[in-house]
C-alpha cells in the first residue's frame, strides 16, 4: 500500500522532475513528511508567488516542466500571478496546492480556497483530486497536458486525505492515459504548407514576424535556416528575441511597440508576412487594421485559435513550428536572394538604427550593452518589467534561444528574480542576470533570502532610476508630466543584499561599468549591483498605444 | 450576428458546466441557452448551447470549447437539419368567465397540456421548436403571464447521422 503523498513524489519523480519550488504548510505536511527522505531536491522560496516564477523560469531555460507546491488557501492564491504569468506565455509548469481534507470542501474551512475554481480561466487545465486512486493518472496526464500542443500550467489540488489515503501501489499508475478531449496537431497540413512554400518562393517582400512558439518549439535553428535559404528579413516578438543571433544580417530586431524603426517599416511595407508561433498582439501589431496593410498573411500555430483570432489570415497552418519548418524547408527545391528588398532593408537599418545619448552619463543601455559584451551571448538574460525590459530587449546581444527569459504577455513585476533562480537550476554551470528596475525588484525582493540560503549565484543588476520609471515615461509623454505616484525613494540595495548576506555594490559612473559587471560575474554566489541612472530617461523609439506601427515617436527624423 | 447551435459532447464530470460557461462569460460571448444532460454513452453528457455571434465570433466560441481538455467535440449544427426542441411552462392568469376558455382553446391548437388548474391561473406545458413557444408566449402576454419557465433548446440531427466523438 502506498499513499497519496508517496505516490506523488514518485509520480513527480517518474515524470523527469529533479527538483520542486515550494512553501510548506498544514494540509501539506504529509507531502512535506514524504520529501523529507526523497532525493527529490525542494527549494524553500520566501514567497509562493516566487515558487511559480521559479518553475517558470526553471522550464523556459531547460524546456522542461517546471513544478511548484503550495499549501491551500494563502499559499495557493499566492501563486496565482506565477500560474497567470506562465498561461500568457504558455510555458509548462506543474503547481502542485494543498487543500483541506475532502469532508471539509466547501465549508469553507480554515485555509480553504477553492483554487481550481480561481485558476479555471489561468490554466491550461486543472484537477482537484478526489480520491487517491486517481492521483497516480493525474500526475501523468498533468504533465502530458503542461508540456505538448500548446505548452501551459496545469494546476492538482490535493486534500489532505487525498495525501494520507493508502491504496494498493500496483494500481497506482496507469500505464497508458487516454485523453478523447485533447489531441493537439503536430504536423501542419501538407497542401497548405504547399502553397505557403509557393507564395514564399514567389513574394518579393517577405518577412517572417517570429514569436515565442518558435523558442518553445526548438525551431530556432530550422527558422535560420529557412530564413537564410530564401533571404527572408526576421523581425521577432518579445517573446522571440534569441531565436535568431542578434548580429545575423537578416535580423530585424523586435517590433512592435519599442521595436526597431526598421522592423516596423519592413512590416508596414512588405508584400509576404509569414507569422509564426505568435498571436498578433496588440503591443505588436498597434492599429490592427494597419498592421501588414499590403501583405498575404500565412500563420503558423501550434493553437488554432490565435489563427485568426486577431488579424484575418490567408494561409492558415495549425502544428508545432519546428515541424512544419522542417516540412517547408524539404519543400525548397533552391535558395534565391532578394537583393532589392535586402538592400531596401540595409538602407533602413542604417539610417534608423537604435540610439541613445552617449555624453558620458551612466545610461542603461550602455550598462546593458557592456553586459552583453562581457557574456558574449552565453549565458541567461532574465528581466523584470518596464523599461528594463525593454532597454534589454532592444540593446542585449541575444545569440542563442532559451538565453532570455522575460513576462511578455502578463508584463509581470517581480517576475525577474525568482525566474533567475529556476534559470540556475535548469542550467547550473550558465551565468543568469536578472535585469531589474528598482520597482519591480522590490515586489519579490525577499528572496534575497532565497538565493542567500542556498548561495544560488545569481546577478542582479537594478537599473535605479527612482521611478516607477515605464509609467513615469507614460505620464510625461501623455498626461503633461504630471507624476502621480510614481517616484520611488532612494533605496541602498547593497545593504539590503548585505544584510541577507549577499554581495552588492552601488554604480555611479560609466567607468565603474565593467569593472562591477566583471566582479558579479566573477563571484560565485549571488550578488547584486544597484546601478543609479540617469533618471527620465526613455524608451525610444515608441509607438503611442493605438496607432500604426510605422508612426512610431522618438525615432530618427524621416 | 445570427444564432448558431452547437451541440457539444463533454466528459461528464464536476465542473465541466462551470469551465464552459466561465469561457462564455471571460471572453464575452453572448449565451442565449445552453441546456445539459447525460446521453447515451454514460461517460460524457451532451450540451446543445444556442449562441448569438456573427462568422467569426462563432469561429472562435468552437475554437476555444475545443481547447477545453473537457470538451470532445463541438458541432456547429446551425444549418444542418434537425430536430429541435424546448419544453416551457407557463402560467398564465385565466380567470374562470375572464379568458380561461380562451386559454384552454389556445393550449389545445399549440398542443400544450394543462397541467396545472388553479383558481385564477392555469399552468400550461409546452413543447415545440423556439419559434412555437415563441408564439405561444406572445399570444399568452395578452391574458398576462405570471411565470414562465423554458429549458432552452436540445437539438439532434435527423436521419442516421450522430454527433459522435471520432474514436
Ligand atoms: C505586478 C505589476 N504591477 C504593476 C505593473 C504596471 N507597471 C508596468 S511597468 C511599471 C514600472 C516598473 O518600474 P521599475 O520596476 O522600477 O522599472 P523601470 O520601468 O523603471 O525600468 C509598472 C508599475 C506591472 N506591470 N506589474
Known amino acids: ?43 524553500l522560496v520566501r514567497h509562493e508567488q516566487a515558487a511559480a516564477h521559479a518553475a517558470d523560469g526553471y522550464a523556459r531555460a531547460s524546456g522542461r516542466v517546471g513544478v511548484c507546491l503550495a499549501t491551500s488557501g494563502p499559499g495557493a492564491c499566492n501563486l496565482v500571478t506565477g500560474i497567470a504569468t506562465a498561461y500568457m506565455d504558455s510555458v509548462p509548469i506543474v503547481a502542485l496546492t494543498g487543500q483541506v481534507p475532502t469532508n471539509l470542501l466547501g465549508n469553507d474551512a480554515f485555509q480553504e480556497a477553492d483554487i481550481t475554481g480561481i485558476t479555471m480561466p489561468i490554466t491550461k487545465h486543472n484537477y482537484l483530486v478526489k480520491k487517491t486512486a486517481e492521483l497516480g493518472r493525474i500526475i501523468k496526464e498533468a504533465f502530458f497536458i503542461a508540456r505538448t500542443g500548446r505548452p501551459g500550467p496545469v494546476l492538482i489540488d490535493l486534500p489532505k486525505d487525498v495525501s494520507t489515503t493508502a491504496v494498493d501501489e500496483t494500481k497506482a499508475f496507469p500505464k497508458e492515459i487516454t485523453l478523447r478531449g485533447y489531441k493537439p496537431t503536430v504536423t501542419g497540413h501538407a497542401k497548405q504548407i504547399t502553397k505557403a512554400v509557393e507564395l514564399i518562393q514567389n513574394a518579393e517582400r517577405p518577412i517572417i514576424y517570429a514569436g515565442g512558439g518558435v523558442i518553445s518549439s526548438d525551431a530556432s535553428a530550422e527558422l535560420v535556416e529557412f530564413a537564410e535559404c530564401m533571404g527572408i528579413p526576421v523581425t521577432t516578438t518579445l517573446m522571440g528575441l534569441s531565436c535568431i543571433p542578434c548580429d545575423h544580417p537578416l535580423n530585424l530586431g523586435m517590433l512592435g511597440m519599442h521595436g526597431t524603426e526598421y522592423a516596423n517599416f519592413a512590416i508596414t ?83 534608423h538604427p537604435l540610439r541613445y545619448k552617449e555624453d558620458g552619463c551612466l545610461r542603461p543601455q550602455f550598462i546593458i550593452q557592456q553586459l552583453s559584451n ?35 504577455g502578463l508584463g509581470t513585476m517581480g517576475y525577474g528574480f525568482p525566474a533567475s533562480m529556476g534559470a540556475h537550476f535548469a542550467r547550473p554551470d550558465e551565468t543568469v542576470f536578472d535585469i531589474a528596475g528598482d520597482g519591480s525588484f522590490q515586489m519579490n525582493i525577499q528572496e534575497l533570502g532565497t538565493v542567500a540560503h542556498y548561495r544560488i549565484p545569481v546577478k542582479v543588476a537594478i537599473l535605479n532610476n527612482m521611478y516607477l520609471g515605464m509609467v513615469r515615461q507614460w505620464q510625461e509623454l501623455f498626461y503633461d508630466r504630471r507624476y502621480s505616484y510614481t517616484e520611488l525613494p532612494s533605496i541602498d540595495f547593497a545593504k539590503i543584499a548585505a544584510a541577507y548576506g549577499v554581495d552588492g555594490m552601488r554604480v555611479e559612473s560609466c567607468d565603474e561599468v565593467v569593472p562591477a559587471l566583471t566582479a558579479a560575474i566573477e563571484t560565485d554566489g549571488p550578488f547584486v549591483i544597484d546601478f543609479r541612472i540617469e533618471r527620465e530617461e526613455n524608451v525610444f523609439p515608441m509607438v503611442p498605444a493605438g496607432a500604426a506601427i510605422n508612426e512610431m515617436i522618438g525615432g530618427h527624423p524621416r | 450576428m445570427k444564432a448558431h447551435t452547437l451541440s457539444v459532447l463533454v466528459e461528464n464530470k464536476a465542473g465541466v458546466l462551470s469551465r464552459v460557461a466561465g469561457l462564455f462569460s471571460r471572453r464575452g460571448f453572448n449565451i442565449e441557452s445552453l441546456a445539459v444532460g447525460t446521453c447515451e454513452e454514460p461517460t460524457m453528457s451532451r450540451m446543445t448551447i444556442v449562441v448569438f455571434a456573427d462568422d467569426a465570433q462563432i469561429e472562435q466560441v468552437q475554437k476555444q470549447l475545443n481547447k477545453l481538455i473537457d470538451v470532445i467535440k463541438v458541432s456547429d449544427i446551425t444549418d444542418i437539419e434537425t430536430v429541435d426542441r424546448e419544453l416551457a411552462l407557463i402560467k398564465v392568469n385565466a380567470e374562470p368567465g375572464t379568458g380561461r376558455s380562451e386559454v384552454m382553446q389556445i393550449a389545445g391548437i399549440f398542443r400544450a397540456q394543462i397541467v396545472d388548474v388553479g383558481a385564477k391561473t392555469l399552468v400550461l406545458e409546452v413543447t415545440g421548436d423556439t419559434v412555437k413557444i415563441d408564439a405561444l408566449e406572445k399570444l399568452l402576454r395578452q391574458y398576462g403571464v405570471k411565470e414562465l419557465l423554458r429549458t432552452g433548446k436540445i437539438a439532434m440531427l435527423r436521419g442516421a447521422k450522430t454527433v459522435k466523438s471520432e474514436k
Request: with cysteine; charged share 25%; glycine share 10%.
Open chain 1, 374 to 408: 562581457l557574456l558574449k551571448g552565453e549565458g541567461i538574460i532574465v528581466s523584470e518589467v518596464g523599461q528594463n525590459q525593454m532597454w534589454t530587449a532592444q540593446y542585449y546581444c541575444f545569440r542563442k534561444p532559451r538565453s532570455w527569459l522575460t513576462s511578455g
Open chain 1, 269 to 351: 511595407e512588405s508584400d509576404l508576412l509569414i507569422a509564426i508561433g505568435v498571436r498578433f498582439d496588440d503591443r505588436v501589431t498597434g492599429k490592427v487594421q494597419t498592421f501588414a496593410p499590403h501583405a498575404v498573411i500565412i500563420h503558423i500555430d501550434v493553437d488554432p485559435a490565435e489563427i485568426g483570432k486577431n488579424k484575418k489570415v490567408d494561409v492558415p497552418i495549425v502544428g508545432d513550428a519546428r515541424s512544419i519548418l522542417q516540412a517547408m524547408i524539404a519543400q525548397l527545391n533552391r535558395c534565391s536572394g532578394r537583393e532589392k528588398w535586402l538592400e531596401r532593408i540595409r538602407h533602413w537599418k542604417n539610417k
Open chain 1, 1 to 43: 500500500m502506498k499513499t497519496g503523498a508517496k505516490i506523488l513524489v514518485e509520480g513527480l519523480q517518474r515524470e523527469g522532475v529533479e527538483i520542486i519550488f515550494g512553501y510548506p504548510g498544514g494540509v501539506v505536511l504529509p507531502i512535506y513528511d514524504e520529501l523529507y527522505e526523497s532525493s527529490l531536491r525542494h527549494i
